[in-house]
């Protein structure tokens, strides 16, 4: 038993997940799991999100402070910070100055910011269509809109 002692406990965290999953919307519980067990938790670039946001954001405007970015100080935050969610979602990323992403630190944001964020996935998706784009990270975009993630996650990061 001792030496299958790993395997047993991702069949454990696998099959929690798998219940949680029928109790909760959140998305991917398995792979979020999967990620906190591990020893060193990697960040992915979100450079690959540019392109959508883009599409929404073309003058590339911060999302805390309202004014434009150049180029050496645009950043991509997770506006549900990523430490609470361990996902980069589409539905969560906007862009920001660097020196706004810094101060904002880890802090849940307050309702005014989910509501804008919101409206902001809603005028994105349908920018994105009106383009004839479709891929997994539109589909999963519409997704989060029609479940009502940004609101869900962030009432459930709060408590």
């Known amino acids: 038993m001792q030496e299958n002692c790993e395997d ?3 069949l454990i965290n696998y099959r929690w997940g798998m219940i949680l999953e029928t109790f909760n919307t959140a998305p991917r519980i398995n792979k979020k799991v999967k990620i906190i067990d591990e020893q060193a938790i990697k960040r992915n670039s979100l450079s690959k999100f540019k392109k959508y946001l883009d599409v929404e954001n073309p003058t590339r ?3 805390l402070c309202g004014k434009e970015i150049k180029e050496e100080e645009l950043s991509i935050d997770h506006v ?3 430490s609470y969610l361990y ?3 589409l539905w969560n990323l906007v862009y920001v100055h660097k020196s706004c992403n810094s101060t904002k630190n880890n802090v849940i944001p307050l309702e005014v910011e989910i509501i804008k964020l919101e409206e902001r996935n809603k005028e994105m998706l349908q920018e994105l269509k009106q383009q004839g784009k479709q891929d ?4 999963e975009l519409e997704l989060a809109i029609e479940k009502n993630y940004v ?3 962030w009432i459930g990061c709060k408590s």
């Not at 997994?136 to 589909?139: L, V």
């Open 8 to 10: 047993l406990f991702d």
């Open 61 to 63: 405007k911060c999302f």
């Open 80 to 82: 549900v910070p990523w």
């Open 87 to 89: 996902s980069d979602d």
């Open 136 to 139: 997994k990270i539109m589909d």
């Open 151 to 153: 609101r869900k996650f």
